[in-house]
């Protein structure tokens, strides 16, 4: 009886209804989308500051104290000034491991490219393309810099760790200055030092791409970092790691510090500009929704309590039987609940899909990538809706019990 | 019976726990109601007292038959036989499924006495049943209630028509708030 009264009710009041769940269906259907957004977006965010390139650099500690006479460098103070090969992988053994993305080795070397007048000297740059590491626990972990700088535009072809052994990446600069292109032979010259002809060794890499990313590397000449240790006698070390992590809960200097404890010979320097904009962004993006949302909800239940009000006041002498008949307060606020309860029920279902075609068009729109829908948001959005229509609805049941039959059966 | 403003609707509504008096004191069947609260009050109409109103008041939006389970599921429990044969016994069995702008007015308020009666509450209290009738469904409706009062039911029915009047039991007629004669409607009565 009671849901034949509730379905009666409902289709005698089509339009009203119609109102109010429009109305829930407003609130939640921005609510909706900016809920998908927000779970979506510190990914999202995280993997377009990610594209700017990687947000951790792990230098050897010993590493910042230089010494020279004269413009001569003569090297750090200390022996280590390189970090192990061997110890790369324990970066992948942090508390967030999973949050690491990617990381890339670093060797550099002042080289002289070309001969005659075209000769030049340039920075041979040892490093991994897409190397598959193991990790200690034995998985396969592929990583290098075509996994943290997904930006570099390449033409021709990238390298390949394990054969490419005289093929080069070279940067688009250095492809203009020397006029070179892809499938080109360039001799490569390196002295221990600079001074020093004698020591000098000559070697033929091919030119298998041209990188363009506008840093840089398009002033680089880039190699298999196994090449360059090689080369410059430097077996098993490298100068720098870039390491791109993944960070929405935790903040991107607890990598820091964990790789530093992984490591204890490195320092791991965050690139705090870029982290604290992230920040910034992220924080003033959700502040934003949080309001939007806010606002939406309360117009929602404005427009609730209205049309619940109206409902009420149009149905007095409806409440005034019910009572006459032995219907008690409680019953009269629960069939008015139910009521709004539905409405906050179908307006939070029909929200939540307008909700995710509103955050496809914004997923489209400023991230240009299509927005994943989260199933957490169904239940939440439905709660809310839910939550929002019975708060509403509180006053104009409160009003609904308060009526008298025996005023309104006299018709006052 | 009274003329109107002689307070027999303000006293059917105190016997029919729909108001409370000022001062004094209301019995109905051994039970001072005028001690009661207001849930307590609601609970005993509910389960004591059938009301007929002059304006035959019914759920817009449902059919004969429902605003007549309504006033069972309002007391106890649904029994949707119970409702046709209460229907049925105002005449109405062919008109259950009708909306209530779909009846006449007699038949609108033989739904009232159908759903007064339906839940075999002893007490029916009947404002004016046939003040908006025309003669023949207000004959109707009194028929009715003439037959309830044999079937063992107490009707308490206000009017200002003497000929109503004169159908029951005891007449009790009023005049400015005050009982002015109780008796049999043949006698003279006793006057206050």
Known sequence: MFLRIISKSFSKRKGKMAIAVVAVMMGASITSALLTVSFDINEKMNYEFRRFGANLLVVPSSDTIDIGIGGFGFGAVTEQKYINESDLYKIKTIYWAKNVLGYAPFLYQVVTVGSGSLEQAAVLTGTWFEKDTTLDDGTEFPTGVKIINTWWEVEGGWIDDENDTTGALIGANVADKLGLKVGDQMTVKYRQRPDDATNETSFELTVLGVVCGGGPEDDQIFVTLDTAQGLTGRQGRVHTVQVSALCTACPVEEFAVEIEEKIPYVEARTVKQLASAEMVVLAKIEGMMLLISLVALVASALGVAAVMTTSVIERRKEIGLMKSMGAENKRIAYLFLTEAAVLGAIGGALGYAVGLVLSYIIGLTIFESLVSPKVIVIPMIIGISLGVSLLASSLPVRRATKIEPVVVLRGE | ?192
């Open chain 2, 1 to 192: 019976m009274g003329p109107s403003g002689s307070g027999k609707t303000t006293l059917l509504n105190m016997m029919g726990c729909l108001d409370v008096p000022t001062e004094g004191s209301l019995f109905i069947d051994g039970t001072e109601i005028t001690n009661l609260s207001q849930a307590e009050l609601t609970r005993f109409r509910r389960d004591n007292i059938g009301l007929v109103f002059q304006q035959y008041h019914m759920i817009p939006y449902l059919t004969a038959l429902e605003n007549v389970m309504l006033a069972q599921y309002y007391h106890s429990v649904v029994d949707e036989g119970g409702a046709i044969e209460a229907l049925e016994r105002v005449g109405l069995g062919h008109r259950m499924d009708q909306m209530p702008s779909q009846l006449s007015g007699g038949e609108q308020q033989r739904v009232c006495v159908a759903r007064a009666l339906v839940n075999d509450q002893r007490l029916l209290l009947a404002d004016e049943p046939t003040g908006n009738l025309d003669k023949k469904n207000g004959q109707v409706v009194l028929d009715l209630l003439r037959e309830l009062r044999d079937g063992n039911h107490t009707i308490i029915l206000v009017t200002h028509n003497p000929e109503i009047a004169t159908m029951g039991d005891v007449l009790v007629e009023l005049l400015d708030g005050k009982i002015v004669r109780c008796g049999s409607p043949g006698s003279s009565g006793r006057p206050r």
